[in-house]
């Protein structure tokens, strides 16, 4: 019981530094590009490295994780909305684990 407490104290230790630490550090405007671009692009590759392995895994069939991946890719080049990839999507998923499996 006592590790355990001395574990959730280094945890809550970590995770303050690693957010306090920026903001004391950093208190000017960051002039570099490189640094600001990486910093710009940083929640997106979160978000891309999160969510594709579960496009891919979620379904029955890796298949059909792949091709609603590629549909989706293609409506979101033409232009089309959050709302009608995500369904067609389903739909696509759906349709491929019917005549897939």
């Keep these: 019981m006592k590790n355990t407490y001395i574990y959730i104290f280094t945890a809550f ?8 630490l920026p903001l004391t550090l950093l208190r000017k405007p960051m002039k570099n ?4 671009s990486f910093l710009y692009y940083v929640p ?3 978000l891309a490295v999160m969510t594709f392995p579960a496009i891919i895994q979620a379904p029955q069939s890796s298949v059909a994780g792949i091709i609603a991946l ?4 293609v409506l979101s ?6 709302l009608p990839v995500a369904s067609v999507c389903c739909i696509a998923v ?7 499996c």
């Design 77 to 82: 080049y033409l232009g089309a909305g959050l």
């Design 70 to 73: 590629v549909i989706g890719i």
């Design 13 to 20: 230790i970590v995770s303050y530094l690693i957010r306090v």
């Design 33 to 36: 590009q490189f640094i600001r």
């Design 44 to 46: 997106y590759v979160t």
């Design 94 to 100: 759906f349709l491929a684990e019917i005549f897939l």
